[in-house]
């Protein structure tokens, strides 16, 4: 099963390359990246079924280190995507306006998650069980919803 994970982030890392010279990308590049990303994405989630782990060790491994490569990937093009299309194409005043709040919300994002986002961040092992096996969330660890349903199988 890690040959495929390894496989889907090398044709991950092959197509994105494609784009690493560039400062800026047209919505249909953001588009296609997006698709690109979800059809792998799909194809990584087809080989995490509970059977196809052979331990915790490994299922923490794929939630905490392979996954997130790719889906890191697949949030910021979507809100890239998202924030390029819903852009005022008014003044650069509304545009900066625009800009500003939607650094306010990902600052606030950053700021409710900034607890797993140091452990994250300093690969921090002692709450493993509890972030990145399946079935064991506990409310208390102040995820957010989305997450604790992206992979309750």
């Known amino acids: ?15 994105m390359s494609k784009y690493t010279h560039k400062n ?10 997006i698709i690109y990303l ?5 194809q ?12 915790q060790q490994e299922e923490i491994h794929y939630f905490k280190n392979v996954k997130p490569l790719l889906i890191s990937k697949l949030i910021l093009y979507a809100k890239l995507y998202k ?24 600052n606030h994002y950053f700021e409710d998650n900034r607890e797993f986002y140091a452990y994250y961040k300093t690969k921090s092992t002692y709450l493993d069980k509890r972030y990145f096996l399946r079935n064991r969330h506990n409310i208390r660890l102040r995820l957010e919803p989305y997450l604790i349903d992206f992979n309750l199988e």
């Open 83 to 106: 924030m390029e299309s819903e852009k005022p194409n008014l003044c650069t005043k509304a545009t900066y306006k625009y800009y500003k709040r939607e650094l306010l919300k990902l």
């Open 1 to 15: 099963m890690e040959q495929t994970h390894y496989r889907v982030l090398s044709d991950m890392e092959s197509f």
């Open 44 to 55: 990584l989630k087809n080989h995490q079924s509970p059977l196809k782990f052979q331990s």
């Open 24 to 33: 800026s990308y047209s919505l249909e590049e953001k588009e296609q990246i």
């Open 38 to 42: 979800v059809n792998l994405y799909k």
